[in-house]
C-alpha cells in the first residue's frame, strides 16, 4: 500500500499570541462544537479517496488542538480509525499549550493513540512570555511536562524561540539549559520573526528594532546577538547528544519527526479542516479559509494545482535540502528519470565552489554556512522557463 500522512488543523486559541500569523483565533464553545462536527463530516467523506493508502502519521496542529474538550478529540481519532488504515507505529502527534492541558486530558490522550506531543513552550522567562502574549507561564509548561511523562509520553517536543522582544543572550542561554535538563526527545528552535498582519507588526515592523509600547520601551535583539543565539543552539543541543536533522529541528537518535520529514521529503499527506493543504500524487489543493463557509458545510477547495516535472525537481530541491542529510542522488534519478548534475550541474558547482554546499557521491547537502544562508542557496535552484 501506498504510504500517506494526515494533517488536522484546529484552528482555535484561547487567545492569539501577539507574533501569530497563523490560521486561528478565540471562538466559542458552540462554534467549536459545530467545526468539530463539519471535520468529521470533511473526514468520512474524503476517506474514499484513500483506501489504497495506509497511514504512518498523524498531526492535529493549529492553532491550540488542545484547547478541544478532550471527548471531541476522541471523536475524531475514533473517525480516523474507522476511515482510514493507520498502521500500528504511526506516529500520532498533538501540539499542547501548557495552558490548555493537565494530566487528565494528556491521560486520555495516550489512550486514544497518541505517542507524541509537541509542547509550545517558547521561553523559560516569564517576562518574555508575557511580551509574546502567550497565555501560560514557565511553570505551567512544568507542570504540563511532567504530566505528559506521567501520562506515558516517551517522545516529547519542545518549542523554543530566540530574537524576542526584551531577550538577551544571557537569558536565551538560561532557557537552553533548563530544556535541557529535562531532555525532551525533540526540540524545534525558531528565531522570531516579524510577520504581516500582526501586532508585532505593529510594533517592530515599521522602526528599526525599537517601538514604543504601553509607555515601556520594548527592544528587539540586534543582529549580533542573534546571531549569537543562533550559534548557541546549535553548540549547546549538539553537545547534548541532539542531532540538528533539519534547519531549525534537532532530536535524539530516533525522535526526529516522522510527519515533518514526510512534508520535506515530499511524501504524499492529506489535510482536513479549513486551510489545510495536501500533496497527493504531485497533485496540490488547499482547503479555502473561511469558517463560516466551512461550519456551513461548503468545503470548497482552493485551485488545484497538478505540478509539472519542473515545479516538483525545484520542490524536490528546496524542500529536501532544509534537511542536514540534504537530497539523494539516486531518489532524483528515480523519481524524474535524470542524473541531478545533468539538470543542476551549474549551480551545484556555483554553490560549492561558494563553500554552501557539498556535492557529495550519494548525497547533495548544505554545509553549516549554506544552512546559515539557506533561503539564499535555495532560490537557485528555480529552474528558467
Known sequence: MKKLSVYIHIP???????????????ATEETKQQYVD?????????????????????????????????????????????????VQSAEITSEVNPKTADFAKLKAYHEMGFNRLSIGMQST??????????????????????????????????????????????????TLEKVLQLQPEHISAYSLIIEEGTPFYEWFGEEENQRQRTGECVQLPNEEEERRMYE????????????????????????????????WTRQDYVGFGIGAASLIENRRFQNKSDLNQYLAGEVE????????KKECMEEFMFLGLRLTKGVEKEQFFEQFSLPLEQVYGDVLKKQESLGLLVNGEKNVYLTKKGLDVSNLVMAEFLLDE
Open 12 to 26: 482555535f486559541c484561547v487567545r492569539k499570541c501577539f507574533y501569530c500569523d497563523f490560521l486561528s483565533a478565540a
Open 38 to 86: 463539519k471535520l468529521i463530516e470533511e473526514i468520512e467523506r474524503e476517506a474514499e479517496n484513500y483506501r489504497e493508502y495506509e497511514v504512518v502519521s498523524v498531526f492535529f496542529g493549529g492553532g491550540t488542538p488542545s484547547v478541544l474538550k478532550t471527548e471531541d478529540t476522541e471523536r475524531i481519532m475514533r473517525v480516523l480509525r474507522g476511515n482510514f488504515t493507520i
Open 125 to 174: 522567562d516569564d517576562r518574555e512570555l508575557r511580551a509574546l502574549g502567550r497565555i501560560h507561564d514557565y511553570q505551567d509548561f512544568l507542570d504540563v511536562f511532567e504530566a505528559a511523562r506521567r501520562a506515558g509520553f516517551q517522545n516529547l517536543n519542545v518549542d523554543i524561540m530566540s530574537a524576542l522582544p526584551g531577550q538577551s543572550v544571557k537569558s536565551y542561554e538560561k
Open 232 to 263: 548557541l543552539t546549535e553548540k549547546m543541543l549538539e553537545k547534548k547528544g541532539y542531532h540538528r536533522y533539519e534547519i531549525s529541528n534537532y532530536a535524539k537518535e530516533g525522535y526526529a519527526c516522522r510527519h515533518n520529514q514526510a512534508y
Open 301 to 308: 477547495k482552493e485551485e488545484q494545482i497538478q505540478l509539472t
